[in-house]
Structures are given as structure tokens and as C-alpha cells.
């Protein structure tokens, strides 16, 4: 048995002899309560004397470097049989602002104790509500938010309940056992997507509904999911009905033509086009695209659910287990379940940073192993829309991939829970991550990412 799954079930196991020698030698078992002690003082020590600047934490958050100390798990309890109707009262008792939010808290444990079909059921009485609000004529704007943050709860608290048990199954098996819940989110994220690109759709509304939930981890997942979502219906109003493409043609050569000469060093300067950087050209989404990257972005870190102690704890950095979140999470969607494989590229692929020294992730440990055993084969094209060029190493970067790495790096940067550094403006975060993550560092896409500019200047003009 795995010394983390004897700590993942009880903290203290050390101090109950008769629950660990059976598994573990006395001896290893003595290096792993030292070695605990050691990360715990280290951690603290760490927290003391790291300032509290807002961008340096973000930036070593999402680049890989050591990040700020988090905040500690509460405890979720030890009952049993709890009802699912008292996973209402969880949505809205959030925590007093002397006590500050906390990371999963009692939400994710009742999940947990919920039983595969509860949580099916769940989720099916959550996507019910959110058709019967798209229905009505008279919908008000505070209940679509309130719903649609508490669908997007329910759905990524029941995935990652799920995933984590469907780990430890054979993938025919886990499959089996996730099928419904795959079916569920599904409905669950066109009805979401169907109420986001809707006129009766509040961005402020959302953000205060989900400010009052329970957890910062929770607050998180939230937030990228819609936030991504809603960004990906703007960069498709932009392509359909704007004309961003031309307008962007028009000023390549002037604004981006350099980045993107430093990733593609192969080709003649006369090459680098708009083309070069989208495969087949910049295009609008169909439907079914649409719902296969939301997907993606609604289960994009499932993988911290084998390492959950560590995500949600206080532990010291770690770049292994960091790195371990996306693995995990590709191959779970992958292999454990019947979701799209574009939401497993996703999830494997969103901090792949265009093979940046910061970012990590198996696409640069697939195409290194590529170009080693073809070394006169060259990417000469930047990202694709769909799968198939990504898998056959035509490009190097997936698109809904890059488009999750700016909302994900933004949320961090202007998280209001954390606890240890102060949270950035929107317009401090756009300049930061313009400087950091694009002036002086190859890692975000900057057409991208100016996109992402616009649509956060449109949400400021409605404030």
C-alpha cells in the first residue's frame, strides 16, 4: 500500500501503531514521519519570509517556480450517510470573513460520500434547472447566476469524486462506472453554454454568487470554467461576425510576426503568416466544438484529485507532483472515461507554456521523443483546432489549450482569496501577463491573449 494513501486516509496515522505496520516497515515508516516533519518546517519557514507580492506569486503559480503557501484544508468531517439535499446548505454557508475561505471545507466531503447515482441524480436535477431557466420569458438575472455557478459546482465536485475512484479501477471498468456521469455533464454543459451566450447572462452577478461559495478551490473552477466559456463564445462572435482575422492580418507584420519567428526559427521571415499561426486559417466554432472545449475546461485539473492532500494543504513545493496534476488528469479522461479526447488534450496540455523551461506536461515530452526519432521532421505551423495535426506533430500548441492557459494565469493573479499575497487588478494582471508571459517570456499566445484584452475591456465598459 502507498504511504500517501495511508496519509490521505487519516493524518495521524503515525500515532495508531496497529494501522501502519501491517503495510509498512518500522523503518520506512520512521523516514516518512521525519521526512513530513522536515516539509512541514520548511513550509513554514517559507511562508515567514516570502513577501507578499501579488505577481511574483502568480507567476511562479503558473509557471512552475515555488509557489506562495496555500491555505490550510479544514476538516470535513467523519459522518456518514449524509442526505444530498444538505449539499444546499453547503452552497450557502460560506465561511465568516474573520475565519476567510477555506478549499474544499465540507463541500468536496459530501460529494465524496455520495453514492455514483446521487451524484448522477445531482447533477441531472441541476441541468433540469438550468433548461427550465432558459425557457422562461421572464428569467431573472440573479437566479441564472445563482444556478449556473451551483450546476458548474455540482458538476466539477461529482467529476472529481468520480475520478478519483475510478483511478483505482481497470479503465474498461472505470468507464463503465463513469458513463452516466459523462452523459450528465455533457447535458449539464450545453444547457451552461446555452445561458452564458445568452442576454439574460451577468458577469458581475456570477462572480458575486460565486465569491459567496464555499471554498477557494471551488471559487477557482468556477470561475476559469465560466470565465473560459465566455471567452470562447467572444473570440466567436470576434471571427463570425467582426471580421478579427482581417483586422488582425492588417497589423501582423507591425505586432506579431517576431514572437512567433522565435518559435517557428525554420521558416523564411516571408512565411510567418496569420496561417502559419492558426492551421487552415482562423476560423469560427461549430457547436460541437464548442461543447467538447468547454468540457475540457470544466474538468481540466481532475488530476489533483490523486494528490489532493498536497493541492489543498500547506506541503513545501513540489515540482513533481505539480507536473503530476496534468499527467493524472490526461490520462484519467483519456483512459477512465468516455469524454471527448479533446477534453483530455486539454487537460493534459493547459501549462505546456510553448515548451517553456516554467510550463510542463506529456506534448513536449511527446514531440522531444518525435523529433528524436525524426530529426529532419519541423512544426511549421503554431496551433490547430483540432486533434489530428497536434497528434501527428504538425503544431505546437492546441488551441482551446491555449486559450485556458490566459484565463487560468488571469484567475490566479486576480484571486480575491488568497491568503497570502494580495490579489492584482484586472488591468494590473493584463499588464503583468503581457510583460511576463509574453514580452519577456515565449508562453502565452499573444493574438490570443490580445483577444482576451478586448474581451475583459467589453466586460469593464458594461461595469
Do not use: C
Amino acid at each position: 500500500m502507498q504511504v500517501r494513501a495511508l496519509y490521505q486516509n487519516n493524518r495521524a496515522f503515525w500515532n495508531h501503531q496497529e494501522q501502519w505496520e501491517y503495510y509498512l516497515d518500522r523503518t520506512l515508516a520512521e523516514s516518512v514521519h521525519e521526512r513530513l516533519q522536515t516539509l512541514r518546517e520548511e513550509a513554514a519557514a517559507r511562508a515567514a519570509s516570502r513577501p507578499a507580492d501579488a505577481a511574483e506569486s502568480a507567476e511562479s503559480e503558473q509557471s512552475g517556480d515555488p509557489p506562495v503557501k496555500k491555505d490550510p484544508e479544514t476538516d470535513t468531517g467523519d459522518k456518514s450517510g449524509e442526505d444530498v439535499e444538505e449539499l444546499a446548505e453547503v452552497r450557502d454557508g460560506s465561511p465568516t470573513a474573520a475565519e476567510g475561505p477555506n478549499n474544499f471545507g465540507d463541500t468536496y466531503g459530501k460529494y465524496k460520500k455520495l453514492e455514483q447515482d446521487e451524484r448522477v441524480g445531482l447533477l441531472k436535477r441541476t441541468t433540469e434547472r438550468l433548461n427550465e431557466l432558459a425557457l422562461r420569458d421572464d428569467t431573472d438575472q440573479e437566479e441564472v447566476a445563482s444556478a449556473l455557478v451551483e450546476a458548474t459546482q455540482d458538476a466539477t465536485m461529482a467529476n472529481r469524486a468520480m475520478l478519483l475512484e475510478a483511478l483505482r479501477l481497470g479503465n474498461d471498468q472505470a468507464k463503465a462506472y463513469t458513463q452516466q456521469m459523462v452523459i450528465e455533464t455533457h447535458k449539464m454543459v450545453k444547457s451552461t453554454i446555452r445561458l452564458v451566450d445568452s442576454e439574460v447572462y451577468n458577469d458581475e452577478l456570477v462572480r458575486a454568487v460565486v465569491e459567496k461559495s464555499n471554498g477557494t478551490v471551488v471559487q477557482h473552477m468556477t470561475r476559469v470554467f465560466l470565465s473560459g466559456l465566455e471567452f470562447l463564445l467572444h473570440y466567436n462572435r470576434e471571427v463570425m461576425t467582426r471580421g478579427i482575422a482581417n483586422r488582425i492580418r492588417v497589423r501582423f507584420a507591425r505586432d506579431y510576426k517576431d514572437f512567433y519567428r522565435t518559435l517557428l526559427p525554420h521558416l523564411h521571415e516571408d512565411y510567418v503568416s496569420l496561417e502559419h499561426v492558426f492551421l487552415g486559417g482562423m476560423k469560427a466554432l461549430n457547436e460541437v466544438e464548442i461543447n467538447k472545449f468547454a468540457t475540457g475546461f470544466l474538468v481540466h485539473d481532475v488530476g489533483k484529485a490523486e494528490d489532493i492532500e498536497y493541492h489543498e494543504g500547506d506541503a513545501g513545493y513540489d515540482r513533481e507532483t505539480v507536473e503530476r496534476h496534468v499527467k493524472i488528469g490526461y490520462r484519467a479522461v483519456m483512459e477512465k472515461t468516455s469524454y471527448p479526447r479533446e477534453a483530455a488534450l486539454i487537460t493534459g496540455y493547459h501549462h505546456e507554456y510553448y515548451g517553456h523551461p516554467a510550463g510542463y506536461g506529456y506534448f513536449r515530452e511527446f514531440l522531444d521523443a518525435y523529433k528524436e526519432a525524426n530529426p529532419a521532421a519541423t512544426q511549421d505551423y503554431i496551433m490547430s483546432y483540432t486533434m489530428e495535426p497536434l497528434i501527428d506533430y504538425q503544431v505546437l500548441a492546441y488551441f482551446p489549450a491555449k486559450m485556458l492557459e490566459i484565463v487560468d494565469v488571469f484567475d490566479s493573479l486576480t484571486d480575491p482569496n488568497r491568503r497570502y499575497r494580495s490579489p492584482l487588478s484586472p488591468e494590473d494582471a493584463i499588464a503583468m501577463i503581457r510583460q511576463q508571459f509574453v514580452v519577456e517570456n515565449r508562453k502565452i499566445d499573444p493574438i490570443l491573449f490580445n483577444l482576451f484584452e478586448e474581451f475583459y475591456e467589453t466586460k469593464w465598459s458594461r461595469r
